[in-house]
C-alpha cells in the first residue's frame, strides 16, 4: 500500500514539474505611453481581464512569455509580482530598458524652449500651449514617478529637447489653465495700460522650488554687494573683516554690467568680442581668488549679470537690437543700446555667461538684472522694433526668460534670483517693460525688488518724502510684495535691494543720509510687513568706508528676531 502512494506521489511530483518547465520566464521591462502601466488580473466567471492596478514604467518583471490570454483582439502576458499572477498587455512588455517609453507625440501643457544644442544651451524654437511635438526619444525617466526628464522631439523642422514637466499627453490637458477657477479671475482683472502684456496671457502652473543638497541657501540672505573694481574683488579680505564683525552671510559680486564686464570669460568671447575685449585682462585670478576666500570663510555667493542692457553685445550683434523703424539702427535708450528680450540668442549668452561662472568659480546662485524691456517708452513705442518673432508680450516673454535660464543653471546646481523694479509690485496692470510679479516668483527661486525710497515719488502710498521715512515706505512696499506672492502659485524667496546711498541730490538736496540707523529702518520696514528672505545692500561704488559707516545696520539677525515676536 505504501509503495503504491509513494508512486501515486512521485507522479505528481514530475507532473508539477513538468508544467513547471514548460513555462518560459524571460525578464521584460514595463512601457507605457503615460507615465504608469496598466496591470490586470483575469476574472474566471467574466473571462475577462480587469485592470487592479498600476505601476511606473521602467520597472522589470519576470514575463511568462508562453502563457497569454487573447481577448477581444488584446494580448495579455502572464507577469510574476512578487507572489501574485497578474497580467500585462503584450506590448506593455519590452526586453530593452530604453523602450519603456512609448508616446510617440506630446501635447504642450506650458510654453517653454526647445533646445537644439544642449551644451551650448542654444534655443531652436518655441514650443507654445497646446502644440504637439513628436517624440524622436528622451534622456531619462525618474524611477519613482515614470516621468521624462527632457524629450528629444521635433517640431517642424526643428529637432531638439524640451523638458517633460512641461507636457502632457493630451490637447485637453494641455489647453488647461491652472486651477483657472481660482486665479483666471485674478489675473484677468489685472489691466494693461502701458503695453506691457495681458497678465492672464502667462503661465502660472506651479513649479518645484529646488533645493541643492551641496549647496544651501542661508535661510535669510544678509548681503553686500560688490562691483567689479581691482580696488574692491581684490581688495576681498577687507570686506570679509567687516562681514565676520557682523551677521552678513552673503556676497553679490559683478561678473556683467552694462559696458562693464567683469572678466575675460570664454561666453565673451564666443557670444560678444567687445565685451571681452573690454573685460579686465587678469580678473579671472582675481575672481577665482575672491569667490575661493568667501567660500572658505563660510559665505554664501552671489554672481550679478545684466541681461537686456548691453550696449557691447549690440555693438557686436545689431541685428539681436531693439531698433528704430524708420532706419533699421539699434535704438539708443538711457545712454544705452538694448538687445531685444525677444531674442533667443540674447538669452543663451547671458545664460551661457552664467553657467560658465558657476562651473569656473563654483558661484551659488546667478542674480539676473535688467530682466526686462526699457522703460519709459509708451512715447517712441510705435516707432520702434522689438523684432517679436514668436508674437510674444513682453511679459510672456520676460517670464519665459527666467524659465529657461532656470532650468539651465538648475542643471549645475545652483539657484537664480532676479531683480525687477520695486513697481512691480503694484497691484491692477502690469508694467510697460514685461515684469509681472506673480509670473516671475511663480518661475525664479529669488524674487530681488529693488524698492530704494528715493526712487518713489513724494507722497507715494501717501507718504510725504518717502526717501526720508525709510521704514515706512520699505513696510507699506513690502505689504503690497506679500499681496503679490499670496497669488503666485509657487512663490519665490523674496530677498530685497536696500538702498545703501544718501539720497540722490536731484531728488531732494535736503534728503537724510543713508548711514546705519537709516539702512536698519528699511531691513526692519520688511521684515515687519512679512519678507524675511533678506537684504542686498545696493551701493555702486561698495565703498568699504561707507559699509563701516553702516556696520550697525548688519550686526542684527533680523530673522532670529522677526520669529522670536511670532
Known sequence: ??????????????????????????????????HRTPIFAYDDQQQTMVECADTVRGVEVQAVVNRTRKIDKQVYVEVRMGRER????????????????????????TPASIIIDIETSAIGALADKGSVVEVLGYDSIDANTGAVNRYRVRQGAVEG???????????DEALQRY??????????????????????????????????????????????????SPAVIGNIEKYITLAKRTKINTFVIDIKDNECPGYKAEAMRLYSPTNYARAGANKEKMYAHAVKRLHEEGFYVVGRITCFKDSYLVKDHPEVAITEKATGMPFKHNKAYWPSAYDRKVWQFNVELAK?????????????????FPDRMTKVEQLIDYHN?????????????????CDEIHALGAYVSIDVFGEAANPGYTTAYGQYWPALSNIADVMCGMPYPDHFSNGYYGIKKPWNHPYEILYAWGQRVCDRQSVTPSPAVVRTWVQAYNVMRHVDRNGIAYDAENV???????????????????????????????????????????????
Open 179 to 228: 486651477m483657472a477657477e481660482k486665479y483666471d479671475p485674478i489675473h484677468s482683472a489685472v489691466k494693461n495700460p502701458f503695453g506691457g502684456g495681458e497678465a492672464i496671457g502667462c503661465d502660472f502652473f506651479p513649479t518645484e522650488k529646488v533645493s541643492f543638497e551641496n549647496n544651501v541657501m542661508p535661510r535669510s540672505c544678509y548681503s553686500l554687494y560688490l562691483n567689479i
Open 356 to 372: 560658465e561662472a558657476v562651473r569656473k568659480f563654483g558661484f551659488n546662485e546667478i542674480n539676473f538684472d535688467y530682466v526686462r
Open 86 to 109: 497578474r497580467y500585462v498587455r503584450e506590448e506593455s512588455l519590452v526586453a530593452d530598458p530604453r523602450a519603456v517609453v512609448a508616446e510617440q507625440q506630446i501635447f504642450v501643457r
Open 161 to 171: 529637447y524640451l523638458f517633460g514637466k512641461y507636457t502632457v499627453f493630451s490637447r
Open 1 to 34: 500500500m505504501k509503495k503504491i502512494f509513494y508512486v501515486a506521489a512521485l507522479a505528481v511530483a514530475l507532473l508539477a514539474g513538468a508544467c513547471a518547465t514548460d513555462e518560459i520566464i524571460e525578464c521584460r521591462y514595463l512601457a507605457s505611453a503615460t
Open 520 to 566: 536698519e529702518k528699511e531691513i526692519r520696514g520688511l521684515f515687519d510687513a512679512g519678507l524675511t528672505g533678506g537684504y542686498i545692500t545696493w551701493l555702486s561704488s561698495s565703498n568699504i568706508e561707507k559699509y563701516y559707516q553702516q556696520e550697525g545696520a548688519f550686526v542684527h539677525d533680523y530673522y532670529r528676531e522677526w520669529a522670536e515676536r511670532k
Open 389 to 405: 518673432r514668436y508674437g510674444e508680450s513682453k511679459v510672456q516673454a520676460i517670464q519665459r526668460f527666467v524659465q529657461y535660464a
